[in-house]
């Protein structure tokens, strides 16, 4: 729980990195199947500024648990808002296979 605590006294920062580091992600990482990848990118970007500020070493782990809920629904509102374009290259879908 003193994660939790600790990510909410920074929350409107926190906010920033998240945005900033999911839109990292989301360019370095290729892929739709990939979100477990870009989940702990975005929670080590997060966890390393958290440390930066406070002093406190965090354990990646811990701060990607704590933000998962807020990354799932950014990500949803960018891809819903056309932010984040889907791919229409890659291997065809099993519907597609005759």
């Known amino acids: 729980m003193g994660i ?12 920033q990195i998240i945005l900033s580091g999911i839109r990292v ?13 870009k989940l ?12 930066s500020v406070s002093g406190a070493k965090i ?3 811990d ?13 949803s509102v960018l891809n819903a808002t056309g932010v984040f374009k889907k791919s229409s290259s890659g291997p065809p879908s099993e519907a597609s296979v005759g």
């Open 4 to 15: 939790f605590l600790s990510l909410l006294t920074y929350l409107p920062n926190i906010l």
């Open 25 to 37: 992600a989301e360019e370095i990482i290729p892929g739709e199947s990939e979100g477990e990848k």
């Open 40 to 51: 702990a990118f975005v929670g080590d970007v997060v966890s390393k500024a958290q440390e």
């Open 59 to 61: 354990d990646p782990n």
């Open 63 to 75: 701060v990607t648990t704590a933000i998962k809920p807020l990354v799932d629904v950014t990500v």
